[in-house]
């Protein structure tokens, strides 16, 4: 049974920085992509970053260009999220996820993940 896990969400003023990790128990991990996703009160599930299996290339939201950088390591299953000049826009339950195709590109698309952590609550206050 595949299990993700995060963790670091918290509440933080503008401007500040906040790191989010999830770590997945799956022998496979490193062959599948992953994703970080959010939503906001009232909103859907809104991509945020993929990171590519294998090379761990990333694919970012115009929202978190220049901003988030999102890694994984294949060596403790886990991946990252860190999150710099926060916005008050950017509050919202922030979910790792894991794509339901094996060594394809990451989607930005929530339906093509097949597993999800229970999400942890990120709030910027200004």
């Known amino acids: 049974q595949v299990q993700l896990?995060?963790?670091?969400?918290?509440?933080?003023?503008?401007?500040d920085s906040l790191t989010l990790s999830c770590t997945v128990s799956d022998r496979t991990f490193s062959?599948?992509?992953?994703?970080?996703?959010?939503q906001a009160p009232g909103k859907g599930r809104?991509?945020?970053?993929?990171?590519?299996?294998g090379t761990g290339t990333t694919f970012y939201a115009d929202s978190a260009k220049g901003?988030?950088?999102?890694?994984?390591?294949n060596a403790k299953n886990t991946v990252?999220?860190?999150?710099?000049?926060l916005k008050?826009?950017?509050?919202?339950v922030y979910y790792c996820a894991r794509d339901g195709a094996v060594a394809?590109?990451?989607?930005?698309?929530?339906?093509?993940?097949?597993?999800?952590g229970q999400g942890?609550?990120?709030?910027?206050?200004s």
């Open 5 to 15: 896990v995060e963790s670091g969400g918290g509440l933080v003023q503008a401007g």
């Open 31 to 38: 062959h599948y992509s992953m994703g970080w996703f959010r």
């Open 46 to 53: 809104e991509f945020v970053a993929g990171i590519a299996w």
């Open 67 to 73: 901003r988030f950088t999102a890694s994984r390591d």
């Open 80 to 85: 990252t999220l860190v999150m710099n000049s």
């Open 88 to 92: 008050p826009e950017d509050t919202a």
């Open 104 to 116: 394809t590109r990451p989607s930005s698309s929530p339906r093509d993940y097949s597993y999800w």
């Open 120 to 125: 942890t609550q990120v709030t910027v206050s």
